[in-house]
């Protein structure tokens, strides 16, 4: 049932659980549609953990966002009906619920440093099948993929081994199967 | 076939091509070509309003009373962030709008050139959909995808912002024709499945209740025509919000009158312990539902709405059913006549015994007086006066605007013009005008406040200029009521800032704006003032002067439930009624 409240104001529902929710949502690609979408999101108050936005088919002018989110199961049913409403949207999929969805993550990660932490900085780096894309004699640049925790998990190894800073594209996701969105 | 021509000319065209015969607006620099087009032409009548927000309001009424758009013409910079109140309003109430801002050219957006704003940033959370019109090849088609997209599905407001140079550039001008929008098709037809599932628990209902809402009126003559349908043939009692008055005839038996935070009480205690709620075209809204967890816990919940979002937004429903009110009722009373489900009778029966004894409880009743006007009793003595005229009537936001909408009771819809989700105070007055521009021999009765009038009463001179006969019906208590009603429960009576000193003299500033000015402070001269009011063919201010300490009854108190309303005779036990939680959260 409904959330506990006092006011004639609804409160949060706030007897759910929140879960992450991965949405794909494919877009006209005009001036202005990402901040209709984020707009949407801060005026309503939904939280953005993730967000990544590209043309897709540049003869369709469609851009494909995907949006990691958090919130309730009501809250993620609104912002999916939400995101629906707006004009330029033309899909919204929910890839957490479709239980098919792959999800990718890239980063690049800027690490410092000389002798044996510069060599098990490499080692690792190849464990985790990163490449060096930049280096100098006394550091890296690694370009890692994969999912999110194998990213995070490489960028905590790197910590202690002189990490500088770490640049990560955001979670693009697509549905396995041969069927597009 | 298309035509070459200018931009401004393309927005005359099109407003032409779209049915428009009349547009509220305010001219300024950056709008000159389009006023140049308006000038050289005689389809589309301009209406000079006052305020730009007034324009706004003035196309919502237009649009309410008619079910067609309404349209306005604003300036750039100030002209548009004047408009945002009014295009707020008609987001909040789904009221179609075509709102056309002019912009600084296009080479100096960005350069915080003269009386440049970012209209479309700052009109985007307030409109449905906005456009800037960055090349002339696109202003054909966005014009009239701003009419589609304002009329369509749940309508709203969309805003064209179209730069100076654009207005002067020459382009091939095309008429509208069937489009379809890739991503915006909004769905008409609801699930049948889900339909046979509402009417499966409607004919098993044994204590039913229809709960609608302004999606009706916005649905359009034949919505009106099929809820009447299908709650005759049900014979099951219903309710509305204050945005779906007139859906349902309020002279009917099965009416219940308004529900919600001043409803009456048999509509909300209905609403509490129903057992199936028929929910159409209403969205659940705070002022609806009270403390939401103590809201009709124990009945199924059949939702009807166009907008998937309003679905489970805030109240978690049993049958969400996706449609066009229209479409969907359609659906539902054929349905209805062909199920072979035959409901409870004797539930039914008992059901409206029940709703009998609440309606005796008589919950909108008030102390009566013969030397002081009640409010109340004003508003009942216009209802009588002029509800065998063709009357329409529009609000401003208040104690005046619930008590209109408790005591003037609606037959038919698009008579009621109100601004229920936003509660612009300032709305009634402009609004008068759009609708008394669209019906030139109808009867238009702002009911309004003093306070919230004079937020807006720069209209009169609109009023007065295209010889627009409103009735502004001014329940003066020299304070805003409802704020002195909430300082009263909720603040010990510390009446901050709510009474107002050095209001103007109302007759005087209707002969000020060349209109005609009433003053009534006996109930004995309330029928001859009204006859006055009705007779004069002006636009009239009529100064009602009503008991100053009026509260609006009855009222569920901040933090309770549909089953915890006060009533007007336990109006001294106002203190206690309101929890201290409630106190903090409204």
Redesign the interface.
């Known amino acids: 049932?409904?959330?506990?409240?006092?006011?004639?104001?609804?409160?949060a529902p706030t007897a759910q659980l929140s879960e992450a929710h991965t949405l794909s949502v494919l877009?006209?690609n005009e001036?202005?549609v990402l901040?209709?979408v984020i707009?949407l999101f801060s005026?309503r108050g939904y939280n953005i953990d993730s967000l990544t936005v590209s043309e897709t088919e540049h003869q369709k002018h469609l851009s494909l966002i995907t949006i990691v989110t958090t919130g309730t199961p009501?809250v993620i049913?609104?912002i999916k009906?939400?995101l629906?409403?707006?004009?330029?949207?033309?899909r919204v999929v929910d890839m957490t619920t479709s239980g098919r969805a792959i999800e990718r993550e890239l980063a690049m990660v800027k690490v410092k440093g000389k002798g044996e932490h510069r060599v098990e900085a490499l080692r690792l780096a190849d464990a985790f099948r990163a490449r060096v894309i930049d280096a100098t004699t006394e550091s890296f640049v690694f370009e890692i993929t994969g999912k999110s925790d194998k990213i995070e998990q490489f960028v905590a190894l790197m910590l202690p081994l002189g990490l500088v800073e770490v640049s990560r594209t955001g979670i693009a996701a697509i549905m396995r199967g041969p069927e597009g969105m | 076939m298309s035509r070459e021509m200018t931009g401004a000319e393309m927005v005359i065209e099109a407003l032409a091509d779209q049915g428009v015969k009349h547009i509220f607006g305010y001219p300024g620099g950056a709008v000159l070509p389009i006023y140049d087009a308006i000038f050289a032409q005689q389809k589309v009548q301009h209406i000079l309003v006052r305020h730009e927000q007034g324009a706004v309001h003035a196309a919502e009424g237009y649009a309410r009373s008619t079910g067609k758009v309404g349209c306005v013409l604003v300036t750039s910079g100030p002209g548009a962030t004047n408009a945002v109140t009014g295009l707020t309003d008609a987001l909040m109430d789904s009221i179609p709008i075509v709102c056309i801002t002019g912009q600084v050219p296009t080479h100096l957006i960005g350069n915080d050139a003269f009386q440049e704003c970012d209209t479309v940033g700052i009109t985007r959370p307030c409109t449905k959909h906005n456009y800037l019109v960055k090349r002339i090849e696109d202003l054909p088609r966005v014009l009239h995808e701003a009419f589609h997209i304002a009329s369509s599905g749940r309508p709203g407001p969309v805003v064209v912002d179209i730069p100076k140079d654009i207005q002067f550039a020459k382009g091939m001008y095309s008429k509208p024709k069937d489009f379809q929008h890739k991503g915006y098709q909004p769905k008409l037809k609801g699930d049948m499945e889900k339909i046979k599932a509402a009417i499966e628990l409607m004919a098993r209902a044994k204590r039913p209740l229809f709960y609608t809402g302004g999606g009706i009126i916005n649905s359009g003559k034949a919505a009106s025509d099929l809820l009447r349908e299908l709650v005759k043939l049900s014979g099951y009692p219903i309710t509305s919000t204050l945005m779906g008055l007139g859906a349902f005839p309020a002279a009917d038996p099965q009416w219940m009158g308004m529900l919600g935070m001043h409803g009456t009480l048999e509509a909300n205690m209905a609403m509490h312990d129903c057992d199936v709620m028929i929910c159409i075209g209403a969205r659940f809204d705070d002022r609806i539902t009270g403390r939401l967890d103590a809201f009709s816990p124990g009945s199924k919940k059949i939702h009807v709405d166009i907008d998937a979002s309003s679905i489970n937004k805030n109240v978690k429903v049993d049958v969400g059913i996706i449609g066009d009110c229209a479409h969907v009722l359609e659906d539902m009373v054929r349905l209805w006549r062909t199920s072979s489900i035959h409901p409870d009778k004797k539930a039914l029966a008992d059901w409206w015994k029940q709703i009998e004894k609440w309606r005796g409880r008589k919950s909108l009743a008030y102390r009566s007086s013969s030397d002081i006007i009640k409010p109340q009793y004003a508003i009942q003595r216009l209802y009588e006066l002029t509800k065998d005229r063709d009357t329409y009537i529009t609000t401003e936001v208040g104690q005046h605007q619930m008590w209109a909408a408790q005591f003037y009771h609606f037959q038919e819809p698009n008579r009621w013009m109100t601004s229920g989700g936003l509660g612009t105070m300032g709305y009634g007055l402009p609004a008068a005008v759009g609708v008394q521009l669209a019906h030139p021999k109808s009867l238009v009765i702002d009911i309004a406040g003093e306070a919230s009038v004079l937020m807006t009463m720069q209209e009169m001179s609109t009023a007065a200029q295209y010889k627009l006969p409103i009735k502004i019906f001014i329940l003066n208590n020299q304070y805003m009521g409802m704020v002195r009603q909430w300082q009263e429960l909720l603040h010990g009576g510390r009446y901050a800032e709510s009474y107002t000193h050095s209001l103007p003299d109302f007759v005087m500033l209707a002969e000020a704006y060349r209109g005609y000015g009433i003053r009534c402070e006996k109930p004995g001269d309330l029928d001859r003032a009204i006859k006055e009011m009705i007779d004069v063919d002006k636009p009239v201010i009529f100064d009602c002067m009503v008991d100053q300490n009026e509260n609006c009854f009855p009222m569920i108190p901040s933090g309770r439930a549909h089953n915890e309303m006060i009533l007007g005779d336990a109006a001294e036990k106002l203190e206690d009624a309101v929890t201290e939680e409630g106190k903090v959260m409204v």
């Open positions: 049932m409904n959330a506990p409240s006092t006011s004639h104001y609804p409160t877009v006209d001036p202005g901040a209709r707009g005026g009501m049913e609104q009906n939400q629906d409403r707006l004009v330029p949207i033309h």
